[in-house]
């Protein structure tokens, strides 16, 4: 009967081993995926990002006064909700 139990024991043991070592391979395999789509996003994002900033330079220096007048505007808001 010790016998028994003992050998139940270990086929559980090497289940949960099996297993743990699946498991194991599955969330490396999910990390592994996660980490190159983030570096994909991470380089999209970028060159959204200096694309927007090459727009907004073109306008700025097609627009060189209504630039200044939409900069003095937010500079003259800001300030006054700093005041209060």
């Given at each position: 009967m010790a016998s028994q139990v003992g050998k139940s024991i270990e086929?559980?043991?090497e289940k949960v081993g099996y297993h743990a070592e699946r498991i194991g391979q599955s969330v490396e395999r999910a990390a592994n995926h996660a980490a190159a789509n983030a570096g994909e996003t991470a380089e999209t994002v970028k060159q959204y990002a200096a694309d927007g900033f090459d727009?907004?330079?073109?306008?700025?220096?097609?627009?060189?006064?209504?630039s200044a007048a939409i900069a003095a505007s937010v500079g003259f808001v800001l300030a006054a909700i700093a005041r209060r």
């Open positions: 086929d559980a043991a727009r907004f330079e073109v306008a700025v220096r097609r627009n060189p006064l209504a």
